[in-house]
């Protein structure tokens, strides 16, 4: 069984702080995605990342994944208090095409307070 | 964009009895859904993986007689907690993909049990 460990687990900080959450996990990844999740919802896609080395950026937010596809991270410049939520990694082992299933990291509880 | 309904959003039973909660798919056709189970603050557990027309595949740990899992059109796939105790009280949530090789899963918005 794949783990994916994201770190830290909680998060409290200032709005306008900076701030990064890591995802690794001991096995490749095919393909990594990274959600946000609020309480009594279900979770949001951010973002796909798929190439080793890759980095996306969607406005205060960018993504990277690990040369060797086995970690990733988010961080979020700036942050603001509707950055709060639960943010979750999912990765995907094996070979590419979405045959496979999602395995979600264990999750990030950020808290953006003014 | 793509939507997946799910229904209840919420529901209080009585230990010893089902309930059924449906996760459907509004503007495409899913061949594959997945069941998950998240307590508070933590992350979401795949429960089970129901193609369309077959059995569902449960993950390791997961009674497959507890969570009965229907997925008999192309939009729609239920899971029914039998006979439900308190212990199984969590936030059940469902997701979609439309096709066998799509990467983008479609999250409902989750059902949260609450077993008496």
């Known amino acids: 069984t794949q783990l994916l460990e994201q770190s830290p687990q909680f998060l409290s900080i200032q709005e306008g702080e900076n701030l990064t959450v890591y995802c690794n996990s001991s096995?490749?990844?095919?393909?990594l995605q990274w959600y946000r999740q609020e309480p009594g919802e279900g979770p949001v896609l951010l973002v796909t990342v798929v190439t080793g080395g890759e980095v996306k950026k969607l406005k205060r937010l960018t993504f990277q994944f690990g040369d060797a596809r086995k970690d990733s991270s988010l961080h979020i410049t700036a942050a603001q208090p509707g950055d709060t939520g639960l943010y979750l990694c999912?990765?995907?082992?094996?070979?590419?095409?979405?045959?496979?299933?999602?395995?979600f990291g264990t999750g990030t509880q950020l808290k953006v307070e003014l | 964009g793509a939507v997946v309904s799910q229904h209840p959003s919420w529901v209080i039973c009585k230990s010893g009895t089902s309930v059924k909660i449906e996760c459907r798919s509004l503007d495409f056709q899913a061949t594959t859904m997945f069941w998950y189970r998240q307590f508070p603050k933590q992350s979401l557990m795949l429960m089970a993986t129901s193609n369309e027309g077959s059995k569902a595949t449960y993950e390791q740990g997961v009674e497959k007689d507890k969570f009965l899992i229907n997925h008999a059109s192309l939009t729609l796939s239920t899971l029914t907690v039998t006979s439900a105790h308190p212990e199984d009280s969590s936030f059940y949530i469902c997701?979609?993909?439309?096709?066998?090789?799509?990467?983008?899963?479609?999250f409902g918005s989750g059902t949260q049990l609450s077993v008496l």
């Open positions: 096995s490749v990844f095919s393909s």
């Open positions: 997701s979609a993909r439309e096709g066998a090789y799509n990467e983008k899963l479609f």
């Open positions: 999912a990765g995907r082992f094996g070979t590419a095409g979405g045959g496979n299933k999602l395995t």
